[in-house]
């Protein structure tokens, strides 16, 4: 019989056992597409916190599982918070995938397999007719559209989602178990879907350390800007970020405004612009808006819209660029709550009519979608909105878009408040696109 002292002593280490051994995190979590930009091709990103091999089994829906497989490799992610917790990013880019085809998929390792999940590859085709969800400012507390969106690409309704910064509220947070929280609520969107992003200031902890290691865009930036192809649309995805945080470096407000310039010369030259008639621009923080805050898109002289004199040499904003690079349509969030505009350019309308002003517009559309869900609620209106604000709403919720054709591109609200209801809709209609199309 062990003595009652001896007993007692191995009672107390028995705590300390118990947490000697820490567990092994072999098991994928965090899975979400993304769209290379490259047809026929799809990139799977995940997330262990040992390291395993990177790897995806998958087949075409109905035909034999995982007969075919790709690999990858892991990158490691260290956060700079305290606790300095380690995490593997897995990519993977399946390629030569059959265009409209559904596949099913796994990824993980021998040492651990995820759910089963399937995705659409997306059509090549110019005149495909994509279905877009669009929104920004979702966190991990209040998300309240996210059970609706969940549902609805489940059920088919979407063929990518464009996310318009501003994470989780926020990703570094906790040790950035916020961050991994946010990763797996969205799972259930982002493994059917490509989940497309850029990134908004709530990221901007760390130099958006969290953002930049997590997603996986097209390009060489990080995931900060790049464009992509489909349908008859060209998309591009930028920062806005790089006029506010200067201490991250100057220099990536002027590589990003001749990136720009650049992509939006070539989406430009005739025999692109004859394919992808359509450009649209997804950033975080708009040039316009008519919220009772003294954010940035509330003042005359707006750093996106306008740029920054108080940079050597003066800072370009993005307006006149994406003006005369005729830029049809622009996506932005920030501001918690949902506004469409009138086209507008330097501050005054440029309707296409009095009786149709989406008709042959004279100007960018923006829309201003921020009202997602997240812990900091939505924001009030100004009561006295200058005469470009055409429609506002506070409800929670988020846009959708179906860019029909070269000409028709449908755009509607969806309020999460009202249980679905669509309370706004328009059609853009443009016969002509590009910088003649303003006269």
Known sequence: MVPVHAACALLSLAPLLVLGVPPIWTQPEQVHLSYPGVPGSMVVTWTTFNKTESKVEYGLLGGRLFDMSAKGDAA?????????????????TLTDLKPTATYVYHCGSDEGWSDMFSFTVLNDSTSFSPRFAVYGDMGNENPQSLARLQ?????GMYDVILHVGDFAYDMHEDNARVGDEFMKQIQSIAAYVPYMTCPGNHESTYNFSNYRNRFSMPGQTESLWYSWNLGSVHIISLSTEVYFYLEFGQELLFKQYEWLKKDLEEANKPENRAVRPWIITMGHRPMYCSDDDQDDCTKFDSYVRLGRKDTKPPAPGLEDLFYRYGVD???WAHEHTYERLWPVYSDKVYNGSKEQPYVNPKAPVHIITGSAGCREKTDKFNPNPKEWSAFRSTDYGYTRMQVVNATHLYLEQVSDDQYGKVIDSIWVVKEKHGFSAWF
């Open 76 to 92: 490691l992610f260290v956060d700079s918070g305290e606790e300095m917790r380690k995490m593997y990013i897995h990519r993977v």
């Open 151 to 155: 549902k609805e690409t489940q059920l």
């Open 329 to 331: 349509v622009e996506f």
